[in-house]
């Protein structure tokens, strides 16, 4: 089972402004591959985890594993797609604290209907694959954080699922715990199964059959500045748009705007001739927080950051901090 | 997924007790407010039904022998005695004291003609068979051969009978009509009621014939207020159980937010977390109304009069608590139902 996602796109409401942290995504992954979603926090890694895993509805574009198209499925179709087809290992392990290691590997299988002596041989097998043969009583709480992921990881087998989502797998372990998890996540991906991996961590880049970065780099190269002549109501930038450059204003108005959940705008402010906008996008690696959009005709030229600096003297990292907003 | 339910239960046992204990207390409350009021009404009926009368004849506008101080001639019941269906009358007289010695205790006192109708079931010692004899209910405590006071005048138990109360378990002392005449009516010959054996075919002039069914009616009117107060702890008390059971279903379903998420994104639906919870609830609440049945049943004893809980208030009991349980727990399932799967995802 092949995992295609097509021009995805995720938005959802956080603040009361509306946020797209996966803007058109094309992504191909073959059976028996492992692939990493590298990325900063807040880049949407665990955002198209939830959207691969059922739980999102993305706002465009297509996730399909094999034959089933995840994003055309109802609801119920989808909890039945997690039960069977997806298995979950997440970033602070997520075992429920009154069950044994046994039972929370049973878990995905008593919500299936799977009968009790089955679950219990499954979950036994899958635990000493894991190596924790000898820790089917314990309860989360009398398990290191290694081991506790690696029942994790078992849990998420249960189904012997041909999908595996792992949530920074590694954020909660010492490098003594992570070596056996990272064996282990390489193992799950054979022929027949996909394994998707979003972490920051990049000791895991000799794991990955592939690496797919969500970040934006930083532009830190200087580039050709980019004169623009725009007319009125022209956009420059649109929230959540990927951002290289700092722009001056030369001639003219540039307003500044964040678009509110419901639609409707907040104005943030303009810049007019010699003021700059549009910094912390590039500066940081983030996506546009605000829109930008000529008031009247106007003129304007980017800048990557660092040439922004060698030309105006400006150390923008220093510089008061504001939504992408003039200074 | 009632597994997962068992052993959060279990896990959170010492949680689970206490909770088990206050409801069970509450519940056990219910049973004995049932039990108390089976009880008086039980009373009722069984000291009416002592006189094995077919007929009470009273004087015309009284609505009963034991609530009312009107009084009729006690001659007049020669006069029912000859009436056509009637084979025998006799005289009784009802009325409330107290009695000594010692701290005085409110009595009821029966007056009947010995060897008449009215006589006292007695359990130990004799019935009556002269002046200033007393048969005396065995809860008042008193030996036979000892001797009270009634209303200062002095008499000697000679008997003792089971279960003689009525008037929210008072305790009845059962004396010859001639010394109840002398005490309530200063020798005057006078009666309470006639009792009959036979059912007079028509009343004499200025009677009024009433049967077991409407004597019992009439003793339960005073009741009416004491068994509406009763119904309304019984309410409150359900309401408490509901409130204990809800907000541990409550309480479970804040903290287990998280394990819900993780459960909804490895594939449960909303109904079985919901059956899980549900089944805490139901759980607790039974076990609740069983412990309750033992506390009952050791808390009887402790009140002045005999508390019997009828069968039923039992069945409803288990009945109720899962309603209780269920009900109660409505708000747990909401919350359980909101929870986003997508929570599952992120930090601990």
């Known amino acids: 089972m092949d995992l295609h996602i097509d021009s995805l796109t995720i938005e959802y409401t956080s603040g009361g402004y509306r946020v797209r942290p996966i803007d058109g995504l094309d992504l191909r992954v073959a059976s028996g591959e492992l692939v990493l979603l590298l990325g900063a926090s807040g880049c949407g890694k665990t955002t198209l985890l939830s959207a691969l895993a059922g739980i999102l509805t993305p706002a465009a574009g297509s996730i399909r594993l094999g034959e089933l198209d995840v994003t055309a499925m109802p609801a119920r179709a989808r909890t039945e797609y997690r039960r069977r087809t997806v298995g979950i290992v997440f970033q602070a392990f997520n075992l429920v604290p009154g069950l044994s290691a046994l039972d929370n590997v049973q878990v995905p299988l008593w919500a299936a209907g799977v009968p009790g002596r089955t679950a219990r041989r499954r979950a036994a097998e899958l635990l000493e694959r894991v190596g924790l043969g000898d820790r089917v009583g314990h309860r989360p709480s009398g398990l290191s954080g290694g081991q506790q992921q690696r029942v994790a990881i078992a849990r998420a087998l249960a189904h012997d699922p041909p999908l595996v989502l792992a949530d920074e797998p590694t954020a909660h372990l010492d490098y003594i715990q992570v070596d056996r998890v990272l064996r282990l996540l390489r193992e799950l991906a054979e022929p027949g199964r996909v394994v998707v991996v979003a972490t920051h961590d990049e000791r895991l880049l000799p794991l990955a059959d592939r690496v797919v970065e969500l970040s934006p780099r930083a532009a830190a190269e200087a580039a050709v500045p980019e004169r623009r002549t725009l007319t009125g109501g022209e956009v420059v930038f649109s929230q959540g748009d990927r951002g290289e450059l700092v722009y001056m204003v030369e001639r003219g108005e540039i307003e500044i705007v964040r678009v509110r959940a419901d639609g409707t705008e907040e104005r943030l402010g303009h810049a007019g001739p010699g003021r700059y906008f549009g910094e912390l996008a590039p500066l940081f690696g983030l996506r546009r927080s605000a829109t930008a959009r000529a008031a009247t005709t106007s003129e304007i030229t980017g800048y990557s950051p660092r040439d922004f600096r060698d030309r105006f003297g400006v150390d923008l990292a220093r510089a008061p901090v504001g939504a992408d907003a003039p200074r | ?348």
Do not use: C
Request: no cysteine; glycine share 10%; net charge positive.
């Open chain 2, 1 to 348: 997924m009632w597994r997962v339910s068992v052993r959060d239960l279990l896990w959170r046992r010492r949680r689970f007790a206490i909770a088990l204990l206050a409801t069970g207390l509450v519940f056990s409350m219910t049973l004995l407010m049932s039990g108390i009021s089976s009880s008086l009404h039980a009373q009722n009926r069984r000291i009416v039904r002592s006189f094995s009368a077919d007929a009470w004849v009273v004087a015309k506008g009284t609505a009963g022998p034991f609530t009312a101080s009107s009084a009729i001639p006690a001659a007049v019941s020669d006069a029912v005695a000859k009436l056509p269906g009637v084979r025998r009358a006799d005289p009784i007289i009802v009325f409330r004291s107290t009695v000594g010695p010692g701290t005085l205790r409110d009595v009821n006192v029966l007056g009947y003609r010995p060897g008449g109708i009215g006589a006292p079931h007695v359990t130990s010692g004799r019935g009556l068979r002269a002046p200033d004899e007393v048969v005396a209910d065995t809860t008042l405590g008193y030996r036979v051969g000892e001797r009270v006071k009634l209303g200062g005048h002095p008499l000697r138990v000679v008997g003792l009978a089971d279960a003689v109360t009525f008037y929210f378990g008072t305790p009845t002392l059962v004396l010859s009509i001639a010394d109840v005449q002398r005490l309530a009516f200063a020798g005057q010959a006078l009666a309470s009621a006639i009792v009959t054996r036979g059912v007079p075919r028509a009343a004499a002039s200025g009677l009024h014939v009433l049967t077991d069914d409407q004597v019992v009616h009439d003793l339960e009117r005073p009741m009416k207020n004491s068994d509406q107060t009763l119904s309304l702890v019984n309410a409150l008390l359900w309401i408490v159980a509901a409130g204990i059971i809800g907000s541990i279903v409550y309480l479970s379903a804040l903290e287990r937010g998280h394990d819900f998420a993780v459960l909804k994104a490895t594939g449960a639906t909303n109904r079985s977390l919901l059956t899980g919870l549900a089944l805490q609830a139901v759980v607790l609440a039974t076990a609740a109304a069983l412990l309750a049945a033992v506390l009952a049943a050791f808390l009887a004893p402790i009140f002045p009069f005999t508390v019997s809980i009828p069968g039923g208030a039992y069945v409803s009991l288990v009945a109720v608590a899962l309603a209780v349980g269920l009900l109660s727990s409505l708000a747990g399932l909401r919350r359980a139902v909101r929870v986003d799967p997508a929570l599952a995802f992120g930090g601990a």
